[in-house]
């Protein structure tokens, strides 16, 4: 059974830090990009990083570029989000996805994510 559990999430305020995790079971983990993907109220859901099979290659939404770090610890089979300097803007459900792989041009698209986790929600509040 393919997996895809994401946590960490909570309540932190802006300029706080926070980091996510991602762990994938089911699969052979270290074939496979992995993607977080953010949904506020109202609003679609986002792309917001990506990274691939071997760790390298990361792909980021320009409004996280510089504050969020993603990686892989694919001996545990584990996504991290490392999540910095956090705006009332970041508000939102964070899904981990799985992708058999990712480029510059497609990372974003949902449709090429095979497997969702259920989602964490961050909330960037005073």
């Known amino acids: 059974e393919v997996q895809l559990q994401g946590s960490g999430g909570g309540l932190v305020q802006p300029g706080g830090s926070l980091r996510l995790s991602c762990a994938a079971s089911?699969?052979?983990?270290?074939?496979?990009?992995i993607g977080w993907f953010r949904q506020a109220p109202g609003k679609e859901r986002e792309g917001v990083t990506c990274i691939s099979s071997s760790g390298g290659s990361p792909y980021y939404v320009e409004s996280v570029k510089g504050r969020f770090t993603i990686s892989r610890d694919n001996a545990k089979n584990t996504v991290y989000l490392e999540m910095n300097s956090l705006k009332p803007e970041d508000t939102a459900v964070y899904y981990c996805?799985?992708?058999?792989?990712?480029?510059?041009?497609?990372?974003?698209?949902?449709?090429?994510?095979?497997?969702w986790g259920q989602g964490t929600l961050v909330t960037v509040s005073s």
């Open positions: 996805a799985e992708r058999e792989i990712a480029t510059l041009s497609d990372w974003e698209d949902r449709d090429e994510y095979d497997y």
């Open positions: 089911g699969f052979t983990f270290d074939d496979y990009a």
